[in-house]
């Protein structure tokens, strides 16, 4: 599994169009649980977090079986957070989310790349 994040408008989309030219992309926030555990590429994926979180669906084995169940997919999420704190209890509760859910997969991938600007830095792997 490949992890890739960054910033909002950061150009992680196409930053990874260009890394693997052959992947059909889907919106995280408009795939559900089962699409996702056959898709190749999902981008949005800290949308589909909250999504998850917004229909009430437990999300803290989403990791493991992610990792179990689509072990070579690519995922591409916002960092949520970093900035003000949100005032709103389930923002917070999404942002902290969005932070563990995306650590448990890094600790797992195979490569983790965060994009800047457009340009990619590999934090784990090749």
């Not at 960054?6 to 795939?31: M, N, S, T």
Request: proline share 3%.
């Amino acid at each position: 599994m490949e992890l890739i994040i960054g910033g909002a408008f950061q150009g992680k989309l196409r930053y990874a169009r260009e890394l693997h030219p052959d992947v059909v992309w889907v919106d995280g926030k408009a795939c559900t649980l089962d699409e996702m555990c056959k898709i190749p590429g999902i981008y949005n994926f800290h949308l589909f977090i909250k999504k998850q979180m917004m229909e009430g669906k437990n999300i803290l084995n989403l990791a493991d079986m992610l990792l179990e169940k689509n072990p070579n997919m690519i995922l591409i999420s916002d960092e949520v957070g970093y900035g003000v704190v949100p005032v709103d209890a389930f923002d917070r509760d999404y942002r902290e989310s969005v932070g563990r859910v995306c650590t448990q997969l890094a600790a797992k991938c195979s490569k983790v790349t965060r994009v800047v600007c457009g340009i990619g830095t590999v934090m784990k792997g090749e």
